[in-house]
């Protein structure tokens, strides 16, 4: 009878030590799974990213005009600012060359947005495959080398999207937060919708004609940042060294 009570004290011992081993276990791969970095992807396919592990990556689309860029240049001069990430399109970097120039000259990275203002979801193979194409082009006369990325013009993407960026060598990327700057909503609210910015966010802002308050709005953002310790860096560095999971798309 002593020597039942002292086996079945080893086997609840023996069980408490599995549950504890079993919880770290789980928690480890929690904490794992969070750290990684978020993605839109095809199951077992191309990825688009959205969000990083840490630090923030400002990214700014440029689809048109000949008027905001330029300010929003110098205000990142000004502030002292060294890394973010411009998607231009094709259309507007051949007209503006002097710009793609002193965007690279900056030291800031460049991300293609197509050619044209083409919304990729609506047309067929042969049309994103051209649009990509055409703007790929045009880098290469402006001497823009090693570009990598890749946003969608209108930002809808679907699974043809991903798997034609890859065929061309480029990652999709998207974006986690955006600042809605085009809809011109007022400097404080612009700041406003990205306060929530923390590690690992990817946020979108506009320097084409039609976001006329992203310039007067940077200096608080860019405070803002400093204020949480956020490094700013490119896409790029943002995603170098980090694993992925997947979201399946439709």
Not at 86 to 98: V, Y
Not at 107 to 121: A, H, K, P, R, W
Not at 169 to 196: E, L, M, R
């Amino acid at each position: 009878m002593n020597f039942f009570y002292i086996v079945n004290g080893k086997s609840i011992k023996n069980g408490i030590l599995i549950l504890i081993a079993s919880f770290f276990t789980a928690w480890f791969l929690f904490i794992e799974n969070i750290a990684q970095i978020p993605v839109f992807s095809t199951k077992d396919g191309p990825k688009a990213v959205f969000r990083g592990e840490k630090d923030v990556a400002v990214t700014f689309n440029i689809g048109w005009g000949d008027e905001k860029a330029e300010p929003i240049l110098d205000t990142l001069k000004q502030e002292n600012v060294k890394s973010a990430t411009f998607f231009l399109s094709g259309s507007w970097a051949e007209r503006h060359p002097d710009l793609v120039n002193r965007i690279v000259k900056d030291g800031f990275e460049v991300g293609i947005l197509g050619y044209n203002y083409v919304d990729y979801t609506e047309v067929d193979d042969v049309k994103v495959s051209k649009d990509i194409s055409k703007a790929q082009e045009v880098f290469k006369k402006l001497n823009v080398k090693d570009i990598k990325l890749l946003r969608a013009p209108t930002g809808h993407f679907d699974e043809r999207t991903l798997k034609i960026a890859k065929r061309y060598g480029y990652t999709v990327v998207h974006w986690s937060i955006d600042s809605k700057d085009w809809q011109n909503p007022g400097v404080n609210q612009i700041v406003a919708n990205v306060k929530k910015a923390d590690k690992g966010d990817i946020l979108l802002l506009h320097a084409s004609d039609s976001a006329k308050q992203t310039a007067n709005a940077l200096p608080q953002m860019l405070k803002d940042f400093r204020d949480k310790g956020l490094k700013l860096v490119t896409v790029s560095e943002m995603i170098a060294n980090g694993d992925v999971y997947s979201k399946e798309i439709n």
